[in-house]
Protein backbone atom coordinates (compact mmCIF):
# COMPACT_ATOMS: atom_id res chain seq x y z
CA UNK A 1 0.00 0.00 0.00
CA UNK A 2 0.70 3.16 -0.96
CA UNK A 3 1.42 6.19 2.35
CA UNK A 4 -1.58 7.70 1.17
CA UNK A 5 -3.65 4.82 1.72
CA UNK A 6 -1.41 4.28 5.60
CA UNK A 7 -2.99 7.63 6.52
CA UNK A 8 -6.17 6.11 8.20
CA UNK A 9 -4.29 3.98 10.12
CA UNK A 10 -2.37 6.33 11.79
CA UNK A 11 -5.48 8.85 12.39
CA UNK A 12 -6.68 7.90 15.68
CA UNK A 13 -2.92 7.90 17.19
CA UNK A 14 -2.34 11.16 15.30
CA UNK A 15 -5.88 13.30 16.68
CA UNK A 16 -5.16 11.61 20.50
CA UNK A 17 -1.18 12.92 19.65
CA UNK A 18 -2.35 16.49 19.20
CA UNK A 19 -4.90 16.75 21.52
CA UNK A 20 -2.81 15.85 24.17
CA UNK A 21 -0.11 18.19 23.51
CA UNK A 22 -2.08 21.20 22.38
CA UNK A 23 -1.77 22.58 25.77
CA UNK A 24 1.77 23.53 25.17
CA UNK A 25 0.96 26.54 23.55
CA UNK A 26 -2.23 29.02 23.27
CA UNK A 27 -3.05 29.58 19.74
CA UNK A 28 -3.22 32.79 18.12
CA UNK A 29 -6.95 33.31 16.05
CA UNK A 30 -5.94 34.25 13.30
CA UNK A 31 -1.72 34.79 12.81
CA UNK A 32 -0.42 33.00 10.27
CA UNK A 33 2.37 30.58 10.25
CA UNK A 34 5.47 32.69 8.84
CA UNK A 35 6.72 30.98 6.01
CA UNK A 36 9.16 31.33 2.97
CA UNK A 37 7.26 32.49 0.07
CA UNK A 38 9.60 30.92 -2.09
CA UNK A 39 8.84 27.33 -1.30
CA UNK A 40 6.56 26.20 -4.30
CA UNK A 41 4.03 23.41 -3.76
CA UNK A 42 5.40 20.53 -4.39
CA UNK A 43 8.45 21.19 -2.16
CA UNK A 44 6.54 22.10 0.65
CA UNK A 45 6.61 19.77 3.83
CA UNK A 46 3.03 18.32 3.41
CA UNK A 47 4.09 17.69 -0.32
CA UNK A 48 6.84 15.86 0.31
CA UNK A 49 8.00 12.04 0.64
CA UNK A 50 10.80 10.51 2.22
CA UNK A 51 12.68 7.52 0.49
CA UNK A 52 12.42 4.65 1.75
CA UNK A 53 14.53 2.82 4.22
CA UNK A 54 17.24 0.73 2.51
CA UNK A 55 18.25 -1.53 5.45
CA UNK A 56 16.86 -2.76 8.80
CA UNK A 57 15.29 0.03 11.66
CA UNK A 58 13.93 -0.22 14.80
CA UNK A 59 10.89 0.95 16.05
CA UNK A 60 10.06 1.36 20.10
CA UNK A 61 5.97 1.29 20.75
CA UNK A 62 3.12 -1.08 21.58
CA UNK A 63 2.62 -3.93 19.41
CA UNK A 64 -1.10 -4.93 19.62
CA UNK A 65 -2.69 -8.02 18.29
CA UNK A 66 -6.36 -8.52 17.41
CA UNK A 67 -6.96 -11.22 16.25
CA UNK A 68 -4.22 -11.66 13.95
CA UNK A 69 -4.36 -8.64 13.03
CA UNK A 70 -0.98 -7.24 13.94
CA UNK A 71 0.18 -3.41 14.39
CA UNK A 72 3.02 -1.43 15.74
CA UNK A 73 2.20 1.96 17.91
CA UNK A 74 4.70 4.11 17.69
CA UNK A 75 1.81 7.17 18.49
CA UNK A 76 -0.21 7.58 21.38
CA UNK A 77 -2.15 4.86 22.55
CA UNK A 78 -5.74 4.69 23.64
CA UNK A 79 -6.14 3.95 27.72
CA UNK A 80 -8.57 1.38 26.70
CA UNK A 81 -9.00 -2.23 27.85
CA UNK A 82 -7.53 -3.98 26.06
CA UNK A 83 -5.64 -0.74 24.47
CA UNK A 84 -6.09 0.68 21.00
CA UNK A 85 -4.34 2.74 18.41
CA UNK A 86 -4.00 3.09 14.72
CA UNK A 87 -0.24 2.48 13.68
CA UNK A 88 1.77 0.58 11.05
CA UNK A 89 0.31 -3.14 9.96
CA UNK A 90 3.42 -5.96 11.28
CA UNK A 91 4.09 -8.83 8.94
CA UNK A 92 5.87 -11.61 10.65
CA UNK A 93 4.72 -11.11 14.71
CA UNK A 94 5.23 -14.37 16.19
CA UNK A 95 4.37 -14.74 20.45
CA UNK A 96 5.80 -17.43 21.29
CA UNK A 97 8.59 -17.22 23.36
CA UNK A 98 8.18 -13.81 23.45
CA UNK A 99 7.46 -12.27 27.08
CA UNK A 100 5.53 -9.10 28.74
CA UNK A 101 2.30 -9.76 27.21
CA UNK A 102 -1.17 -9.56 28.01
CA UNK A 103 -4.68 -10.88 26.60
CA UNK A 104 -8.08 -9.78 26.79
CA UNK A 105 -10.55 -11.61 24.96
CA UNK A 106 -9.19 -11.49 21.04
CA UNK A 107 -6.33 -9.06 21.67
CA UNK A 108 -2.97 -9.14 22.90
CA UNK A 109 -0.08 -6.24 23.19
CA UNK A 110 3.06 -5.95 24.69
CA UNK A 111 5.59 -2.77 25.04
CA UNK A 112 8.71 -3.73 22.33
CA UNK A 113 11.48 -2.70 20.96
CA UNK A 114 10.88 -3.95 17.34
CA UNK A 115 13.72 -4.71 14.25
CA UNK A 116 12.51 -4.65 11.34
CA UNK A 117 12.14 -3.72 7.46
CA UNK A 118 10.05 -0.63 6.73
CA UNK A 119 8.35 -0.04 3.15
CA UNK A 120 6.43 3.12 3.51
CA UNK A 121 3.52 1.17 4.58
CA UNK A 122 4.04 -2.42 6.40
CA UNK A 123 6.59 -3.19 8.92
CA UNK A 124 8.28 -6.47 8.85
CA UNK A 125 10.14 -8.47 11.38
CA UNK A 126 13.62 -9.36 10.91
CA UNK A 127 14.55 -10.30 14.50
CA UNK A 128 13.60 -11.21 17.49
CA UNK A 129 11.76 -8.28 19.80
CA UNK A 130 13.05 -6.93 22.80
CA UNK A 131 10.34 -6.08 25.82
CA UNK A 132 11.13 -2.06 26.06
CA UNK A 133 11.40 -3.07 30.43
CA UNK A 134 14.73 -4.89 29.35
CA UNK A 135 15.88 -2.82 26.45
CA UNK A 136 18.57 -0.02 26.97
CA UNK A 137 18.30 2.22 23.70
CA UNK A 138 21.06 4.21 22.56
CA UNK A 139 20.04 8.39 23.12
CA UNK A 140 19.56 9.77 20.28
CA UNK A 141 22.19 12.66 19.45
CA UNK A 142 20.13 15.95 20.39
CA UNK A 143 19.13 17.86 16.91
CA UNK A 144 19.39 20.93 18.22
CA UNK A 145 23.26 20.17 20.07
CA UNK A 146 21.17 21.39 23.40
CA UNK A 147 21.03 24.75 22.18
CA UNK A 148 17.46 26.09 22.77
CA UNK A 149 15.54 27.83 19.67
CA UNK A 150 15.20 31.66 19.64
CA UNK A 151 11.79 32.14 17.69
CA UNK A 152 8.99 34.37 19.03
CA UNK A 153 6.36 32.30 21.14
CA UNK A 154 3.55 33.80 18.97
CA UNK A 155 5.78 32.47 15.63
CA UNK A 156 6.37 29.04 17.14
CA UNK A 157 2.37 28.57 18.26
CA UNK A 158 1.16 29.87 14.47
CA UNK A 159 3.68 26.90 12.85
CA UNK A 160 2.44 24.21 15.31
CA UNK A 161 -1.37 25.33 14.43
CA UNK A 162 -0.36 25.44 11.09
CA UNK A 163 1.36 21.97 10.76
CA UNK A 164 -1.01 20.24 12.57
CA UNK A 165 -3.72 21.26 9.60
CA UNK A 166 -1.19 20.56 6.23
CA UNK A 167 0.46 17.25 8.05
CA UNK A 168 -2.64 15.64 9.36
CA UNK A 169 -2.16 12.03 9.62
CA UNK A 170 1.16 12.64 8.43
CA UNK A 171 2.49 13.90 12.17
CA UNK A 172 2.35 11.44 14.93
CA UNK A 173 2.44 14.19 17.29
CA UNK A 174 3.28 17.95 17.03
CA UNK A 175 4.55 19.92 19.74
CA UNK A 176 6.42 23.81 20.99
CA UNK A 177 9.65 23.02 23.55
CA UNK A 178 12.69 24.90 23.81
CA UNK A 179 11.67 27.68 21.01
CA UNK A 180 11.25 24.81 18.66
CA UNK A 181 8.25 23.43 16.97
CA UNK A 182 8.79 19.48 16.98
CA UNK A 183 7.41 16.95 14.66
CA UNK A 184 7.20 13.97 15.10
CA UNK A 185 6.64 11.49 12.06
CA UNK A 186 6.96 7.56 11.48
CA UNK A 187 9.98 7.93 9.22
CA UNK A 188 12.34 10.35 7.97
CA UNK A 189 15.66 10.60 5.99
CA UNK A 190 16.11 14.30 6.31
CA UNK A 191 13.88 14.67 3.29
CA UNK A 192 10.85 16.29 5.83
CA UNK A 193 13.40 18.34 7.73
CA UNK A 194 14.79 20.18 4.45
CA UNK A 195 11.62 21.15 3.36
CA UNK A 196 10.54 22.32 6.71
CA UNK A 197 13.92 24.70 6.97
CA UNK A 198 13.58 25.75 3.37
CA UNK A 199 9.44 26.99 4.52
CA UNK A 200 10.89 27.95 7.73
CA UNK A 201 13.90 28.64 7.96
CA UNK A 202 16.71 26.46 9.54
CA UNK A 203 16.43 26.43 13.80
CA UNK A 204 12.30 26.55 13.64
CA UNK A 205 10.65 23.32 13.15
CA UNK A 206 12.68 20.06 14.30
CA UNK A 207 11.49 16.98 12.31
CA UNK A 208 11.94 13.33 14.81
CA UNK A 209 11.57 9.84 13.18
CA UNK A 210 10.40 7.09 15.17
CA UNK A 211 12.04 4.71 13.06
CA UNK A 212 15.66 4.61 13.31
CA UNK A 213 17.53 3.03 10.87
CA UNK A 214 20.76 0.47 12.39
CA UNK A 215 22.05 -1.29 8.90
Known amino acids: MSANKRRPLLAAASVIGVL ?94 VYGTYDGDLYTITDPPIMLALFDPVRPEDPTGGVDGTSPDADLTAIRDDLVDRLGTKALSVWTERGYVWVDVVWDDGTLQSAADAEFGEGVVIITSALREID
Open 20 to 113: LLSGCGSSTAGSPAPTSSGVVADQRIEAVHPQIPVGRVIGTGTVIDTDGAVQLCLGAVMESYPPQCSGIPVDGWIWDGVDGSETSGDTTWGSYA
